[in-house]
């Protein structure tokens, strides 16, 4: 469908990308302030990865358009064929690939709501159509009603896990019914960009979801939050090679820069000093949360580097203390605030703001703990 009537768009413009917002990042933060709002690893490169983005070579010249050399060490990491691993500027570019390659027109796409908010505008984009499920009470993927979502026009059901911005897991045992229940001709992508931060030992792996062999699962993982490497844009998914295909078909070529092959390759060989920083990240997670419970707000588990807040209607004016105070949150209007885990120094801080707006909530709030 095309734009037919007058509007402020100087060419024709389909209906639906003119009604579709742009996205928006978490907002930047002043020197003064703490940067809660984009879920980036607080710490610095990890040793050697910044020489290595600097010894990459000239930008005057391509960058492998396969980036073969990632690949390579992926698979020999995973113990996957390299045709079963694609690389992209990023996880939710292969996401964007994934939906284009196997969504026609009035094909849907099924996800948890809320969840990662360029989850609608890739399906809007591929021109298929969104089929949001609602999470559980408990901030969770209710993967029975996504099950039962399904219809003849169902192409893609992603899974998000732990889930963005709320924080819960899908357990292993839980998703491995789920597959089980979905058609086998449908495509479950299984979204785990924050994996290296789960510490429940029942979340479900995407590397033991392969080694089972469900050939319409496709994992997706990155190298911007636990790696640190975020401003470099650079991710990965694994799965069967002519699914990746697929994607690698309706990919921007050489969109992939070899100064990220090369710090991805860097963080990998130091990846014992990456796990460190991941526990003491979890450890800031688990401590900010049980402060926040204790404060009296209701926080669902997190998994992730960032803890939720189910501020409601509130959210806005819960999200503008928080900034008065030098804390630049994620609002999403209506539903809840994200906060990312920062430096230590924030931690405290947040807790004290969080405590002092628990009380402007009014009784029964869903974000209110039960006295």
Known sequence: MRVTEPSDFPVRVR????ALPPYKQGRQAGSDAFKLSSNENPFDPL????EAVAAAGAFNRYPDATAGSLRERLAARYGVDVDEVHVAAGS???L???VQATCEPGDEVIYAWRS?????WLSVVAGARSVEVPLTADHEHDLDAMAAAVTARTRVIIVCSPNNPTGPVVTQAAFERFAAAVPSDILIVLDEAYAEFVTDPDAVDGMRVLAIRHPNVVVLRTFSKAFGLAGLRVGYALGHPRVLDAARSTAIPLSVTGQAVAAALASLDVESELRERVAV????RDRLAAQLREAGWRVPEAQGNFVWLPTGEETLAVAAAFDEAGLIVRPFAGDGVRISVGEEESVA????????VVGTLPEGHPGRALA
Do not use: K
């Open 15 to 18: 209906a639906d990308i003119a």
């Open 96 to 98: 964007a690939q994934l």
């Open 281 to 284: 990240v979890a450890e800031r």
């Open 47 to 50: 040793p050697g990865v910044t």
């Open 92 to 94: 939710v570019s292969i």
């Open 116 to 120: 990662f908010e360029a989850y609608p």
């Open 349 to 356: 801080h947040v807790a004290q703001i969080a405590a002092s």
